[in-house]
């Protein structure tokens, strides 16, 4: 089964879906590709981080499940995934790259992940160390990118309390799909 995290910028999606992976058994987060340099402090291993040409050469080669540019910088899922075998897999993606999993997959379980306020966006954007010229950019497609996330969401979870979210994405994604509530049902919309 594939299931997606997506949600603006700042929502905490890598940190939910880390911390997700860590609890729920047989589930795998797929590592995206990008084309956008490391920020300060972040993992080397958090993206497989390729210059231009990398990444157009392999989703030319139909490498990528879903691919995107975004903020400047391509982002794409590669397909199959890295270590494919038995088990789930999650995607930490944006709404246009769910967009295309949905159109490929339309079993998909889709999860918005959302900020609770613009201002507690804006606060985990600078404490993440984002580019301060993007900062304004971010903000300001936050809105587009929660009613797309919406209309293709089966799930909605809020992420003010970092600990709940991850109760309820790892609840999402340990109950097989022919078992969860449509979107809206018990999820904080």
Known sequence: MIYVLVGPSGAGKGTIAA???ARVPGL??????????PRPGEAPDAYVFV???AFRHRAAEGGFLEWAEVFGHLYGTPWPPEGAGAGDVLLEIDVQGARQVRHRHPEAVVVL??????EAQRGRLLARGDDPGLLGE????APEERRRGRDLADHVVVNEDLGRAVEEVAGIVGTPPSATPPAGEGTPA
Do not use: G, K, N
């Not at 795998?28 to 340099?37: H, I, M, N, Y």
């Not at 992940?113 to 613009?118: E, F, K, N, Q, R």
């Open 19 to 21: 911390a997700v992976v």
């Open 51 to 53: 210059d231009e040409a």
């Open 138 to 141: 971010r903000l300001a497609a």
């Open 113 to 118: 992940v959302d900020v609770p306020s613009a």
């Open 28 to 37: 795998r987060l797929s590592r995206s590709w990008t084309t956008r340099p």
